[in-house]
């Protein structure tokens, strides 16, 4: 290797935690509650300290026989996928959140497969991040939580839950959502129903299709089996779904949908028959995602609140990681109904909570 080439493959020099104090004009042990997330240092003074050490290239490692071990500052959120726009909605808040904190963020997908779940949550806790956010969580398969817990990572969980491991939880109350989405539905009259979700192992997904049921049976509306439909959460699913509810001998008036981009593959493929939203086939979705909302789509909707779940989420997980606790914390944020046209609603109808 020429002398050109070792200079440039080289590593950088460590950068100490004395250098950055002295940049900073505080003291190193000022330097080392800031990274280690200790209370007793204003909040201007942190962001400074912060600033500066990212600048600097700063990256504090533990030592042997240490008791409170220095902060990574890097943290791990687990998504099923990012074709979802809730999911990088999600992802775009958490990484702004994170970064006023001096916080990186590794982001993983796992398509919603239990195997690539684990071994995420393998690879993350191997690179030693000081917490994760898991919005892919599955109900029965507790693995990545379980291997999280081991290596004494904490982890929040956002919109999905495990049915084995407690845990610290953000989302909203899909029950009570998911049910004022389906009365409004049926207060238009429509008894010829089906629905769409997204996987039945997840915990949101599942929430709101037996809510959808429900609220239909206590309308002695019964949503058969095949009207009943699981699918990816993405616009093909609802593609995919649509096809098969629509090319029935008696297909259904409306389709309630657990998710706006499945809602909107439903609609995609309503149209490419000819049917028209709402006159043929009323349709309605849920996360309120802000295109789903526009003039231009126009979707009834239930709206999560996207900011406030995502700092929310890191708010939980910053206390986690500095002050761990085994009391858990579920967090429920406040949902509304958006009423669009897809319903049938007039466009001049206005959101109402």
Known sequence: MNQALAEATARPPKVSAASVARACGVSPATVSYVMNGKPGVSPETRRHVIRVANELGFRPNGHAGQQEPQLNRVIGLILP???NQMYTGWAENIITATARDGFEVFVATTQDNP?????????LAARNVDGVIIAAALREDSRALRTLRQRRIPYICLSRRSDHLPGDFVGIDDDTAATQLMQHVLDHGYREIATVIGPRFSTASLAREQA???TAAAAETTIAGERKISTRLNRDGGRVAAEKLLATAKPPRAIVCGSDE???GVMEHALSLGLRIPEDLAVVGSDGLPHSRSALVGLTTIVQPVQEMAEK????????ITKPSNTFTHSLCE???HIGRT???????????
Do not use: E, M, W, Y
């Open 81 to 83: 996928n990012i074709v």
């Open 115 to 123: 195997d690539t779940l684990a071994q995420v949550a393998s690879t």
């Open 212 to 214: 959808f049921v429900r």
């Open 262 to 264: 499945i809602a909107i």
């Open 313 to 320: 989420a890191f708010d939980l997980l910053l206390k986690q």
């Open 335 to 337: 949902h509304r109904l």
């Open 343 to 353: 319903c049938g609603c007039p466009p001049a109808d206005t959101t109402r909570r």
